[in-house]
């Protein structure tokens, strides 16, 4: 993989969009300073993730953002791109190519795009981890980063190792399982929070539980017994009423008999007089019938006379439409004569589109021929052209460089003389100097080693400080957490006081519906009343349930509460209406007999405190319970007692009535009611004394700070003083090896001049030899040159020719192009002429149609008119007889009606005789029906007592339960029973259901603590493989890189030696990477002591190293040799090339030497005052771009 291109626009000074084509091996950005070389690297290392501007060479990111200049306005966004070519899948995506992009607004919104697709900053970061490449790895090597590789912490150079071993992935993925363990831990606390809770209710349930199905047991009793007795009553009562049925079906059977007769005489009186009426209405009718036929006759003759007007006038109407169809048909056949002509002329137009047509096609023929071009032939001339000329500027170049070397040689002439006697003098200065250097080298010695011991004492004292503060900070930890378990718990108790945890689902739901829909809800008992801490343990286990109970303002209030439950489907719960509960107190008679005994300690509703208005509801609850210390003297006190009171000690144990005992071990109750509360009021205590406490702990901790900072800016003063003396011993050391040096060069200097006479003049020979060799190529080349220059002309001649013809043709196939446009649209102006042609002769047949069909109807008309004459003729004779008929019917129907009155007269007698009977019947029929109905009455009650209140049918009653014959003796044993029932007390039916909730809920809950704890096993294996593999890469990494800088140090140095070291081996996640290096000549010294030149050396041979150990695809180096003198750039550059065949190079600079190994040169000017761009730099211009740059 390699760096393709880059595309910068509106970033820092690149105003313009700019596109820089990056090749494989050496590539140089050169310019003169200021022009905006190092935007280049600024571009590359921001578009790869960078987020700090400070590092980017800015105050604030917008700073990035080309802010305008003189002449230019300001631009609102910088877009940067780069194109990777991933043809070896180097990355690891699907593509060949790999473009990505970041954009910035001024607005301060950033956008990022992998291949034109929208993406997030992690992305881009991902796809580079660990590939060397990153923001943060080695392959950018900013301006200034040099020396900053160098003198930064050991712990901050540790990173640049860490990419290299590509431990990143690991490292993010170690945070990701650390994130995902804290959760974890999260989860697991709060799960072990809520069974705490959970687990203290199950015990109290479990025995609430076990006291509800007792409870139930007996009430099933009860109802089957009640169930047996109201079956045989309803049998009873059923008896009596199917006897009472009898005797009223006696009674209704008689009472038919005299209704039928009755009604029989009621339906003739009935019969005759509607006769009667009948007869009425007939004469009615048949006069109006007369009326109507008579109007009827009229109105027939005056339509015979109508028919005849009608017939008369159609006759003249049929020959009116005779004549307009003959004229449509002549109009018809001219229309379809002119449509024939249209259609023929349409197809002549059709043919002429077709012909433009392939005229058209042949002109694109020949224009394709002449298309094709000669340029490729005459480029490559031109590259040819173009190395001549290269070759003519590089003998140019060499002659010139001969011509300087012939002038140095006749000046080193001249000088070597006179050089003699000045090396005499110089070997005096020197031995003089060395003397001087001695004696400053002493004095510094003796200042050195004096700081160096006051050092060694003040950093004695910051560790003393600093383990001070950690051992507070160890403290102030370990406060924060308590405090934050404390807070914790303190938050998950009133979350459950907020939720009522612990209360049933019931009891939840109407108190929060309290002040709202159920405004006379007072509260929870267990919210009313206040315990001490002593009696906890004994209320609970006293009241039970009964600490749930809600109590209510009055009874319609809890009728009120169970309604807004049963409607809901929300549960159940138990209300105490406070205006019907009443107190009760044990006999005078038992508290004498108790309060004298050992180990009585109170009554229970003494033990409690309320509100004096609920006091009553506290002695309905407790005040029959005693309180013991001890479960012997309960069983003393109950034995006393006869075993007629409840005993309960302060531990929970319990003595019945009956003489029944209930006692163990629970688990700790966190969760019930009462105990809650007591535990927020101490959490809340132990709370606030935390916080003072850790607040005392940060005032230590700050004051011990300010110590520590203290002693550390003492010390920071005493190494600076300490450096100081240490910069006067290594300048007085320096001083005497160039004393030294000088001494010894002075000496060489002397014996070396004849050996430098007799090589000055095998030098002037060797030089007149090369002239004339570059004189021969020389004119070889301009003859070559000379040619090409013809062979160029005359191929442009030819394609100006070409490009002649093409134009012609052009022309052409405009001019066929508007003649073929012009004809398409004769031709669609003839179809659409022929379209309206033939609808208008489909119109007109169809108009002649219409014609013929109407004519046809009026023929029929006529023919309907003759006949219909001869029906109207028979029709009037008609009418008139029906008239004489009418007339006598109406005669004989007046006849009949004067018989019909007198029997209608008769038949009311024998009627009012019937009714009289009917009557005294129906009365006696109505008494025993009354004596039915209360029987019903008492029925039904029975029935619907059997529905309502066990929800059972009378039929499914009657065959599950047996009858009882003795129904008296059984209501005295249901009486037994419900007596039974009110000595077990109060009772919660909801703790049944609520402990198989609870119970299911510890097992679920118990599950996720296991699942949890296994996750939890999980995370901390992942944590350690990370680890593991991280201390194996980074080893491994550190070992070869190591091996790889002492080798490559020894090269660019000519000499010397250099190591990496770790400075904590024993933690090889945390410790610092420290080097040391001893150049040619000199002793092994820590890196500040070290030259510019030779620290930023010792930075590339770092950099070496590490592209040795792990290459990289790309290297961006922005004037990493600024610092080198001309034969450590020369070294660079030759070992720059050497890496070039793995690793593609961007170096920025203005070193010659480096420029001269470069595969490819990019020029960045500033023409534009602020504004960057990047111009094209010829070949045999190079070397007056180097030395204009230099």
């Known amino acids: 993989m390699f760096l393709k291109k880059l595309e910068i626009k509106g970033f820092k000074s690149f105003a313009e969009e700019m596109h820089i084509e990056f090749v494989p091996g050496v590539n140089a950005v050169v310019g003169p300073n200021g022009s ?274 009608r017939g008369k006038n159609a006759g003249e109407k049929k020959e009116e439409w005779e004549n307009r169809l003959q004229e449509m048909i002549e109009k018809m056949e001219q229309s379809k004569q002119e449509w024939d002509v249209q259609q023929e002329k349409h197809k002549q137009s059709k043919q002429h589109v077709e012909e433009l047509e392939a005229k058209l ?62 090396y005499v003098k110089e070997r005096a200065d020197a031995q003089t100097k060395l003397n001087e250097w001695k004696t400053l080298k002493s004095q510094a010695q003796s200042d050195y080693d004096y700081e160096k011991e006051s050092f060694k004492q003040l950093q004695q004292r910051l560790n003393k400080h600093n383990n001070e503060v950690e051992e507070k900070e160890k403290k102030l930890y370990d406060a924060y957490r308590y405090v934050d378990q404390t807070r914790s718990r303190l938050n998950v108790l009133e979350e459950m006081e907020a939720d009522y945890s612990g209360f ?57 509460a169970i309604q807004f439950l049963k409607s809901r489907q929300k549960g159940r719960a138990t209300f ?59 069983n003393s006190m109950a034995k006393r007692c006869n075993y007629k009171v409840r005993i309960v000690t302060l531990d929970g144990n319990v003595v019945n009535p009956g003489g029944s005992m209930t006692g163990g071990a629970a688990k700790q109750q966190k969760g019930q009611l009462l105990g809650r509360q007591n535990e927020l009021e101490e959490l809340k205590t132990k709370y606030a004394d935390m916080q003072e406490k850790t607040e005392k702990l940060e005032q230590q901790v700050r004051a011990l700070k300010n110590e520590r900072d203290e002693t550390a800016n003492q010390l920071e003063a005493c190494r600076k003083r300490g450096e100081k003396t240490r910069d006067e011993l290594e300048r007085a050391n320096e001083g005497m090896t160039k004393a030294e040096a000088e001494l010894s060069r002075a000496n060489s200097r002397l014996s070396m001049f004849d050996k430098e006479s007799a090589s000055l003049e095998e030098e002037q020979k060797r030089l007149d030899n090369r002239e004339n060799v570059l004189l021969e190529n020389k004119d070889s080349v301009t003859k070559k040159l000379a040619s090409l220059e013809n062979q160029i002309s005359e191929l442009e001649k030819v394609e100006k020719d070409r490009g002649e013809q093409l134009e012609r043709l052009q022309e052409e196939e405009t001019e066929l192009k508007v003649q073929l446009a012009t004809a398409k649209e004769s031709a669609s102006n003839d179809q659409e002429q022929a379209e309206r042609l033939k609808d208008q002769y489909e119109k007109e047949c169809s108009q002649n149609d219409k014609l013929r069909n109407d004519i046809a109807l009026l023929d029929e008309q006529l023919s309907s008119m003759d006949g219909g004459e001869g029906n109207l003729d028979a029709d009037i004779e008609e009418i008139r007889a029906e008239k004489q008929r009418l007339t006598d019917e109406m005669t004989q129907l007046r006849r009949d009606r004067v018989e019909g009155s007198d029997e209608a007269e008769r038949l009311k007698g024998s009627i009012q005789q019937l009714t009289h009977e009917r009557n005294e019947k129906q009365q006696n029929y109505h008494d025993n029906q009354i004596e039915m109905n209360r029987l019903d009455v008492e ?108 080798e490559t140090f020894t090269e660019l140095f000519g000499g010397g030696e250099a190591d990496l070291y770790l400075t904590n081996p024993n933690e090889l996640l945390n410790t610092g990477v420290d080097i040391s290096a001893r150049p040619p000549g000199k002793k092994r010294q820590h890196l500040s002591l070290l030259s510019g030149g030779e620290k930023a050396l010792t930075a590339i041979a770092l950099l070496f190293s590490i592209v040795k150990e792990k290459p990289v695809p790309f290297c961006v180096l922005d004037e990493v040799e600024a610092a080198l003198d001309e034969a450590n750039v020369t070294r660079f550059a030759k070992y720059l090339r050497t890496f070039s065949q793995t690793t593609q190079f961007i170096v920025i600079s203005h070193r010659k030497a480096t420029m001269e190994e470069a595969d490819v040169l990019y020029g960045i000017t500033m023409e534009e005052s602020g504004v960057s761009r990047m111009v094209s730099v010829k070949l045999h211009e190079t070397e007056e771009l180097m030395e204009s740059v230099q």
């Open 504 to 560: 049933f689902q019931g009891v939840k739901e109407v108190l929060k519906a309290r002040g709202g829909s159920l405004e006379g809800v007072i509260g929870a008992v267990a919210e009313l009343i206040d315990v001490p801490k002593t009696y906890t343990t004994a209320v609970e286990t006293a009241l039970g349930g009964a600490l749930q109970h809600v109590v209510t303002a009055t009874e319609k209030d809890s009728r009120q």
């Open 36 to 309: 905006g070389k190092s935007n280049v690297s600024d571009g590359i290392r921001w578009v790869l993730g960078e987020q700090s501007a400070r590092s980017l060479r800015g105050a604030k990111m917008e700073d990035i953002i080309f802010a305008g200049s003189d002449t230019r306005r300001s631009l609102n966004v910088a877009e940067v791109t780069l194109v990777l070519d991933n043809e070896d899948q180097f990355l690891d995506v699907e593509y060949n190519e790999v473009s990505v992009t970041r954009k910035l607004f001024r607005s301060g919104e950033s956008e990022y795009l992998i291949n034109r697709q929208s993406c997030r900053r992690k992305d881009i970061v991902e796809l580079f981890m660990d590939s060397g490449m990153g923001k943060e790895g080695f392959s950018i090597i900013g301006q200034g980063r040099v020396e900053e590789v160098l003198s930064s912490k050991p712990e901050e150079r540790r990173a640049i190792f860490e990419e290299a071993a590509g431990v990143l992935k690991y490292k993010q993925r170690k945070i990701q399982a650390e994130k995902k363990l804290t959760e974890t831990q999260d989860n697991l606390n709060r799960v072990e929070d809520i069974l705490n809770e959970l687990e203290g209710q199950v015990e109290p349930l479990k025995e609430q539980a076990s006291m509800a199905k007792d409870y139930l047991a007996k009430k099933e009793e009860l109802e089957e017994k009640d169930i047996a007795l109201t079956v045989s009553e309803i049998e009873t009562k059923h008896e009596q009423w199917t006897e009472l049925q009898e005797t009223v079906k006696h009674l209704d059977e008689s009472k038919q008999k005299i209704e039928q007769k009755l009604e029989r005489e009621e339906n003739n009186l009935s019969a005759v007089q509607n006769k009667a009426a009948e007869i009425d209405s007939s004469i009615s009718t048949l006069q109006d019938q007369l009326i109507a036929t008579s109007e009827r006759l009229e109105k027939e003759e005056g339509r015979r006379r109508l028919l005849e007007e």
């Open 939 to 1046: 029925l039904d009650t029975r029935l619907q007592r059997l529905q309502e209140t066990y929800e059972i049918s009378f039929d499914r009653a009657k065959a599950n339960y047996q009858l009882i014959e003795e129904q008296e003796e059984a209501r005295k044993k249901i009486k037994l029973i419900k007596m039974g029932m009110e000595e077990i007390g109060n009772v919660n039916l909801g703790a049944i259901e609520e402990y198989e909730r609870v119970y299911e809920r510890v097992s679920f809950l118990t599950d996720q603590r296991n699942d949890l704890l296994q996750a939890q096993t999980s995370l901390y294996e992942v944590i350690q493989e990370m680890d593991d593999e991280m201390k194996k890469r980074f080893s491994e990494t550190f070992e070869a890189i190591r091996a790889h800088f002492q």
């Open 361 to 422: 096609k042949e002109n694109r023929t020949k224009w394709n021929k002449y298309k094709e071009s000669r340029s490729e032939e005459i480029e490559s001339l031109k590259s040819e052209y173009i190395e001549r000329l290269n070759e003519q500027a590089a003998i140019r170049n060499e002659e010139k460089y001969l011509s300087e070397q012939k002038t140095q040689l006749t000046q080193k002439y001249g000088s070597l003389n006179d050089d003699n006697d000045t």
């Open 576 to 634: 105490l209406p406070a205006d019907v509960i009443r107190a009760r107190y044990l006999s005078q008679d038992i508290k004498q007999k108790v309060e004298p005994m050992d180990g009585y300690v109170t009554i229970g509703a003494n033990a409690v405190t309320i509100d004096d208005k609920y006091k009553h509801l506290l002695d309905h609850l407790l005040g029959q319970v005693v309180f013991a210390d001890s479960l012997e003297a309960a």
